[in-house]
T-cell receptor
Framework: EAQVTQNPRYLITVTGKKLTVTCSQN?????MSWYRQDPGLGLRQIYY???????DKGDVPEGYKVSRKEKRNFPLILESPSPNQTSLYFCATRPSGRAEAFFGQGTRLTVV | GDSVTQMEGPVTLSEEAFLTINCTYT??????LFWYVQYPGEGLQLLLKATKADDKGSNKGFEATYRKETTSFHLEKGSVQVSDSAVYFCALSDVGSQGNLIFGKGTKLSVKP
């Protein structure tokens, strides 16, 4: 079954404690991206990757890092989380030449 | 830059009512247009899409037509069900930015029995 898997689904952490949210896909898609969803703001792109070792900033990259060492994985790293990064995060993938994306189930992050 | 504007919610309807959620876009090129749906506690799922002017996307009784002249992609359904309660997002694929998706802010739909 084609899947985009995020872990964890829920996370409560404290300010400044480094964390990683993982994203893994089994569809062999080249493109992967991260979004955050906030009330009244919709989804905003954080980072994206066109392929292995190729990453680029989206609209709201401050405070986040990503890496793409393997095609199937695209972790989101928060080196020093702050309360304004409390949000619902989604990973998405799509194949080359296609416009529609496939989304993970989401990770609800709370930073206190 | 490219952008998507969709009607503010929430929208509350009775079962079997007609649904319209308005969506307009601004784009320099000829983007693909999408409607995504997010059911409670879940990720986004593609509901329908249209890739060029006058295309009609349809799925699960929902329809939307790509109107270049009015830069619109309104979502419609003739008879909603309680199970249609969800948040609906209009989106475009930004041809000038590696095909990244640009989303509207979402419209929450609640359907009452």
């Amino acid at each position: 079954e084609a899947q985009v898997t995020q872990n964890p689904r829920y996370l409560i952490t404290v300010t400044g404690k480094k964390l990683t949210v993982t994203c893994s896909q089994n569809m062999n898609h080249e493109y992967m991206s991260w979004y955050r969803q906030d009330p009244g703001l919709g989804l905003r792109q954080i980072y994206y990757s066109m392929n292995v070792e190729v990453t680029d900033k989206g609209d709201v990259p401050e405070g986040y890092k990503v890496s793409r060492k393997e095609k199937r994985n695209f972790p989101l790293i928060l080196e020093s989380p702050s309360p304004n990064q409390t949000s619902l995060y989604f990973c998405a993938t799509r194949p080359s030449g296609r416009a529609e994306a496939f989304f993970g189930q989401g990770t609800r992050l709370t930073v206190v | 830059g490219d952008s998507v504007t969709q009607m503010e919610g929430p929208v509350t309807l009775s079962e079997e009512a007609f649904l319209t959620i308005n969506c307009t876009y601004t784009a320099t090129g000829y983007p693909s247009l999408f409607w995504y749906v997010q059911y409670p506690g879940e990720g986004l799922q593609l509901l329908l899409k249209a890739t060029k002017a006058d295309d009609k996307g349809s799925n699960k009784g929902f329809e939307a037509t790509y109107r270049k002249e009015t830069t619109s992609f309104h979502l419609e359904k003739g008879s909603v069900q309680v199970s249609d309660s969800a948040v609906y997002f209009c989106a475009l694929s930004d041809v000038g930015s590696q095909g990244n998706l640009i989303f509207g802010k979402g419209t929450k739909l609640s359907v009452k029995p």
